[in-house]
Each structure stands twice: as C-alpha cells, then as structure tokens.
C-alpha cells in the first residue's frame, strides 16, 4: 500500500495552495458567481488553512467570499479581504500595540470590537449575505459577538471545537446561530477537520444560495410562547384560533434554559412581531431564582416597541434546569421532577413566585402598548392543579397576589376560576387577544 504524502492537496499546505489558486482563476469566472457573498472569519495566522478550505469549498458552488483576518500577528497565512490591521484600526488599535499587551484575551478583546465595527458597517452596505466562522475558545468567542449584532434569519455558522461545551452557553450566543461541534481541533488538514470544514462551508453555502429574499409580509405575524403538551395544552386551538383570523402564528418554546424566549425578544425588537401571547414566561422565574438561564429581559421588548400583549403564568411555579444529577447544592431540597434524562424541573419558592409576579408587573407597567393578563386560578401547568402531583397553590396565590398590588389600573386583570389546560382558558386568551389586536396595530 502506497502512502500518499503529505504535502500533497488532501494532506499538506503547499499542493493545497497551489491547486487552490488554479481553481480560484476558474470559479471567478463561472457565471455563478458573484451572484451572493459569504463572510468568512478566521485567525489566518493559525488557522488559515482550514479558512482557505472553506474559501475553497464556498467558491465553488458558485459564490463569492470576503474574508476578514481576526488574527493579532498579521502573519496570515493568505491576504484577507478585511486583513487584521484593518480591524485593529477599526477598534482604534494597531497589531504591535495588541501583542504589546502580552495578553491573548485582551488583544482579541479589542479584535472583537473592531471585527464588530467592521461587519455592522459592511452588512448594512451588502456586502455579504451570511457568515461562516472557525475558531477555538478565542474565535468562537469573538464570532459569537459579532453574530450577537446581526439580524435573526441570516445565516450564521460556526464551526467550533467548543460548540458544545460550558464554554459557549445561551447566553453567550443569543441568536439563531448553527453551530457545528469540530470532530478535532483545527490544526492543519486531514481527514476529519476537512469532513467537518467541508460540512460546515456547505451548510452556509446552500443556506445563503437557497436563500430567497424576505417574503413579504401577507400576514401579521404573532408569537405565542408555550412549553411541551405534556405540560401546556393551549397552544394548538389558539393557534388554530387566530390562523382562522388571518394571523401567523409562531410558536416559541420557553422553557427557561433555553434561546427561544431570548429570541422571542430579538425579533420584537427587529420589528418583526406585531402581536404577542406571552402565556408561558417562566424564564422570568428562573431569572429571579438565579438559575441558569437565557431568558434574561424576558417580556421587556414588546413593552418598549408598544405592541399588543396578551400574558399568561404558563408553567410558572418550576424553572427548567437540566438533569437533576448536576442540580446546584443551593437548589437540593427544593421539589423536583425529572421530565427526562437531559431536563427537569424545579420548584420556586413561595418568595420567589411573589417576586416574579413583582417583575411581570414592572415590566408590563411600562408597556406603551395594549396588555392583558389571563391568569387561571386552579393551576398554571398539568401537574400543578388540585389534587397533582405539583399542586402548589401557595404559590399561585403568592403570584397572584403580587399581580394585583401591582399591575397598573391601566392594565387589564382578568382572574379566572379554571385550570391553565381548560377549554374555557385557551378560548377567553383567544378572544381577548383578537380584541386587542384588532385595535393594537399600528
């Protein structure tokens, strides 16, 4: 058996480059290309091979790259589009100043905010269509708060050896970001970073080519915030309800460990959500209990952008938390269930459950917008009703009772003597939001 060597294009730096360039003659020429552009990052210094790989695989489906070079040597290993000193510059820095901080983290620190700088400007220009990242601990890191500053829906890729790791939490991402967990770390080529390196490239390529431009909007669109059916029956006939109506309808998972509320709160902000049905806030919970959690500044956007809101207590009374072996000590002791191997739940406390009805209250006080409060008196998930096995009426009225000190007269109250998962509740939310909708939008 005959080895192949290793300077070779699957195996080394030199064949690569060379047939790279060949390659690059022809794609620019193809009447494909030109056509939509991927952002590239990467520290060309220590990862340029793995960067012109992607460039590799980019360009030959036909699209164009713009490379940007975070490294802090300026010793990339091609010429960037957007080389390194051009973002040090941006951070208002040079490259020798940054290794004279003889610090890593304080160097890409600066990188960071120039590569935001750089990216926020030429987005908003056209310049690119989606993005693909590499990156370690310090990549990943940098890429993901340069992502934090673009919109929801462009693609957004990043290729990781943390992607899955305590390194890159929820709340260090914050939106809708496909990150794509490295076999091995990215350390010259073979045969499994050019499997993963290829996976990813193709991921943001074909999201990017495939990509129509925004449909346009026939249909107000409306969120609606729930947990499993095991949980929380009412998202299917109000969805239903207000599709019949004329109204999109996208549904969010809220478990309070989660993105989903965060992002929730991102495309309010975007401009994207004319109505909400807020009924499952329990990342607001978790907030106040100190739990991991990425919903911080739940129910704050639909406030500040003055939209309709219809709110709910769904699954308030448990916080989300993750398998129940890594519970905290501080948390033990507490009442628990295990929803499965990765997810449980956690009990509030009766302090804690009056001082998320506090926070909603706040929050909802500063609304500019229409609100109502739908809250059912016998239970705010399935378990948690007289007779459950996580009945906790203590804390229901504890709730409660801080939404009615609270809320502003403004705001309107609407206490119901049913359970969360009646019939009776899902229609009462559905007619109350139709009526405030209806007389909401701007």
């Known amino acids: 058996m005959t080895c192949r060597p290793r300077n070779s294009l699957r195996y080394g730096t ?45 360009e030959e489906r036909g699209l164009k790259t713009l490379v940007m070079d975070i490294g802090t040597t300026g010793k990339g290993l091609f010429s960037a589009d957007i080389p390194s000193h051009e973002v040090a510059k941006a951070a208002s820095r040079t490259l020798p100043e940054l290794l004279a901080f003889n610090d890593e983290a304080k160097a890409m620190a600066e990188m960071a905010k120039g590569a935001e700088s750089i990216v926020q400007k030429i987005f908003k220009n056209g310049a690119f269509h989606g993005a693909i990242a590499l990156g370690g601990s310090m990549g990943s890191s940098l890429a993901l708060k340069v992502y934090r500053g673009l919109p929801t829906g462009l693609t957004k890729v990043l290729l990781s050896t943390v992607a899955l790791s305590e390194f890159v939490t929820p709340q260090s991402v914050l939106n809708d970001v496909v990150l794509v967990q490295a076999t091995c770390d990215l350390w010259g080529m073979n045969r499994l970073e050019r499997r993963d390196l290829k996976k990813a490239a193709l991921m943001a390529a074909t999201a990017v080519q495939n990509e129509d431009e925004e449909e346009e909007a026939t249909a107000p669109l409306v969120t609606l915030t729930t947990l499993g059916g095991s949980f929380l029956t009412y998202a299917t006939p109000v969805k239903q309800a207000l599709e019949k109506e004329g109204y999109e309808v996208a549904v969010f998972h809220s478990v309070s460990s989660s993105l989903q509320g965060a992002l929730m709160e991102r495309l309010i902000r975007e401009g994207k959500v004319r109505g909400v049905l807020d009924l499952c806030p329990q990342g607001v919970l978790a907030e106040v209990a100190g739990a991991s959690c990425a919903a911080t500044g739940r129910m704050e956007a639909a406030s500040e952008k003055g939209i309709p809101q219809v709110i709910g207590p769904g699954g ?16 033990k002791g507490r009442k628990t269930f295990a929803h499965n191997e990765i997810a449980s739940g956690v009990q509030g ?76 509740y899902a229609e009462k939310v559905t007619e109350t939001a139709l009526r405030l909708f209806k007389g909401g939008f701007s």
């Open 349 to 424: 406390t009766v302090e804690e459950m009056a001082e998320t009805g506090k926070v909603i209250a706040s929050r909802l006080n500063r609304s500019r917008g229409p609100v109502a409060v739908v809250i059912p008196a016998g239970g705010f998930m399935e378990y948690d009703r007289p007779g459950g096995k996580l009945d906790y009426p203590e804390g229901r009225r504890a709730f409660i009772r801080a939404l009615e000190d609270r809320l502003s007269p403004r705001i309107e109250l609407i206490l119901m003597d049913c359970h969360i998962n009646d019939s009776t």
């Open 316 to 331: 308030i009374g448990f916080f989300s938390f993750g398998a129940l072996k890594d519970l905290p000590e501080r948390f």
């Open 14 to 58: 030199h064949d690569f480059l060379r047939n790279y360039e060949k390659l690059h003659s022809k794609v620019e020429g193809s009447p494909m290309a030109g056509q939509k552009t991927v952002l590239i990052i990467a520290t060309l210094d220590t990862k340029g091979l793995e960067a012109l790989f992607v460039k590799k695989t980019i």
